[in-house]
T-cell receptor, first 111, second 116 residues
Framework: NAGVMQNPRHLVRRRGQEARLRCSPM?????VYWYRQLPEEGLKFMVY????????ESGMPKERFSAEFPKEGPSILRIQQVVRGDSAAYFC?????????FGPGTRLTVT | AQSVTQLDSQVPVFEEAPVELRCNYS??????LFWYVQYPNQGLQLLLK??????LVKGINGFEAEFNKSQTSFHLRKPSVHISDTAEYFC??????????????FGTGTKLQVIP
């Protein structure tokens, strides 16, 4: 049973471009969480999704950030018009009904 | 609301010496507590968790933690560390699972550096 997959592992974008981060949950998991880890900081909750529904997006910045978890396919975290402050590691985690299992993360660098 | 405090940002310790990584939490509801380990450029791996029952929790890699409700602490310990334990350790807290949703709040992490 494969673990949580994230791609790409590393992503470089210029200021103003769009970043799309993908997360494939573990088989059988219908809950996905996205977290952001800024340098020298812990993980900060961004959004919690179930299939086709955003349940809690209280940690998402109000602008430029969006997330989805379609019926088919991976969950996507989308950042429009990236700025240098978006440079961070983005982790997703999946669960079936409790314990969260983390992916290896996507490290976004905005130049 | 819930929060986690890890006062020590870095802890150097000699190989085979014991180590304690401190964690204090605050929450208005009953809590679940976790310790995760993050190796460089990797995701988080669960070391151990406290949900209920015995306050002494044993995890992987020889780590253990003790839940102390009166002191609102959940310190992580290992009696003898190895070089391979060099990593960053995160304490985390969540409220009860609600319909499959478990919102986890993380501390800022403690970097454990094991010195040969």
């Amino acid at each position: 049973n494969a673990g949580v997959m994230q791609n790409p592992r590393h992503l470089v974008r210029r200021r103003g471009q769009e970043a799309r981060l993908r997360c494939s949950p573990m088989k059988g998991h219908s809950h996905v969480y996205w977290y952001r880890q800024l340098p020298e900081e812990g993980l900060k909750f961004m959004v919690y999704l179930q299939k086709e529904n955003i349940i809690d997006e209280s940690g998402m910045p109000k602008e430029r950030f969006s997330a989805e978890f379609p019926k088919e396919g991976p969950s996507i975290l989308r950042i429009q018009q990236v700025v240098r402050g978006d440079s961070a590691a983005y982790f997703c985690a999946s669960s079936s009904s409790g314990e969260q299992y983390f992916g290896p993360g996507t490290r976004l660098t905005v130049t | 609301a819930q929060s986690v405090t890890q006062l020590d940002s870095q802890v150097p310790v000699f190989e085979e010496a014991p180590v304690e990584l401190r964690c204090n939490y605050s929450s208005s509801v009953s809590v679940y507590l976790f310790w995760y380990v993050q190796y460089p450029n990797q995701g988080l791996q669960l070391l151990l968790k406290y949900l209920s029952g015995s306050t002494l929790v044993k995890g992987i890699n020889g780590f253990e933690a003790e839940f102390n409700k009166s002191q609102t602490s959940f310190h992580l310990r290992k009696p003898s560390v190895h070089i391979s334990d060099t990593a960053e350790y995160f304490c985390a807290v969540s409220g009860p699972n609600s319909g499959g949703y478990q919102k986890v709040t993380f501390g800022t992490g403690t970097k454990l550096q094991v010195i040969p």
